[in-house]
């Protein structure tokens, strides 16, 4: 199929240990900036959809997860563990995507931005063309 939109969750810089035994060193030591921009992330994720282009009603959806460390998912036996299949590049590839960004976090403990690859509506008209209501 053809790849319409993208949403890229870019997340960089995350402290998964936090040492709460010096709360001086800490400029959120509760978090609340973090609770407080993840929150307005989720607001924007529910609203995004009124200023992107509208979709086919055909459409389905696909997760692409693309991690640096993938040598330790490789040396994994145990499949199981780890149930993702590789995709290949022709099937992530949006030509001449339009983007539009639509939010970041930086803040002590995560760095997180998330923006949408739009499919260029000039490749192919019917694209974008959403299926009439029945």
Known sequence: GVIV???VFNIRNVELELDLSDFSNLRDPYLVKLEQMLRAFCLK???CDSFLKPLPTS???QIHIHTTETNSIEIQKDTEEFPLIPSENKD???TSPAVVPLRSIDCEH???EIYVEEGNKDEDPDLFTPSPLI
């Open 92 to 94: 992530t590839i949006i």
């Open 59 to 61: 459409c389905t959806f």
């Open 45 to 47: 994720l529910t609203v």
């Open 5 to 7: 939109e993208r949403f």
């Open 110 to 112: 995560l760095n997180l």
